[in-house]
């Protein structure tokens, strides 16, 4: 998906996702239309080192820990694979990481070195949304749903369905006033009625989830 054609296709996937199931055409109506803004200039191995961090921790204070792992390297952006292999550890413990979080971190890098970590977003542009799942998730610490985030909001990939994900199950339940909870399962097969838009789907499910 390219940026410059984004915008028009999200106008295509609300459309598309009102006619297929009157539950999304329902979401459209009350949240409006679809406002997710992939980030388009981050590189998969930046987005990798994110989401690491911000992994079972409040947003608050996920991202000032991201910051302050940031602010580490003075000079650049983004800290290089070999920026942050020559981290200390306690450097990188001064940031607020724990020792888990370390070595998933060190792992990235490593694996941006050998290839499997893509350090530019031409190197998996063309691949598959599975490939770029079986791809990534050999990374220590990396699993299908961070690789879906990443598909989502940095590669801009509009039909993946985080079926995993709590947010857009309980979305849901809630927009369709289950009394029991929806299985990964069950809601994939739903999901099927919104191809090729699941992650505008899996937005509008979010919001749902938000709501009052």
Avoid at 27 to 48: D, K, N, T
Avoid at 176 to 195: F, H, K, M, Q
């Amino acid at each position: 998906m390219s940026r410059s054609t984004y915008a028009a296709q999200l106008v295509l996937a609300e459309k598309h996702l009102g006619k297929a199931d009157p539950l999304m055409r329902r979401l459209i109506r009350a949240h409006g239309p679809c406002e997710l803004q992939p980030h388009w200039r981050r590189s998969p191995y930046a987005a990798l080192v994110q989401a690491v961090v911000y992994q079972q921790l409040n947003g608050k204070v996920a991202g000032k820990i991201f910051e302050r792992f940031v602010d580490l390297f003075p000079g650049a952006s983004f800290p290089t694979p070999a920026q942050v292999l020559a981290a200390s550890d306690e450097a990188l413990r001064s940031a607020g990481l724990s020792r888990q979080k370390m070595a998933y971190i060190r792992d990235i890098a490593l694996q941006a070195h050998a290839g499997v970590v893509p350090l530019k977003r031409a190197a998996i542009a063309r691949s598959s949304d599975e490939a770029i799942i079986e791809r990534i998730t050999q990374v220590k610490g990396i699993g299908r749903w961070t690789v879906e985030m990443l598909l989502i909001f940095t590669l801009g990939r509009l039909d993946v369905l985080p079926i995993d994900d709590y947010g857009v199950r309980k979305g849901y339940v809630q927009a369709t006033d289950r009394d029991t909870p929806v299985s990964p399962r069950e809601l994939r097969d739903i999901g099927e009625r919104w191809a090729p838009y699941r992650s505008v789907a899996a937005w509008y499910l979010w919001r749902a989830a938000d709501a009052p």
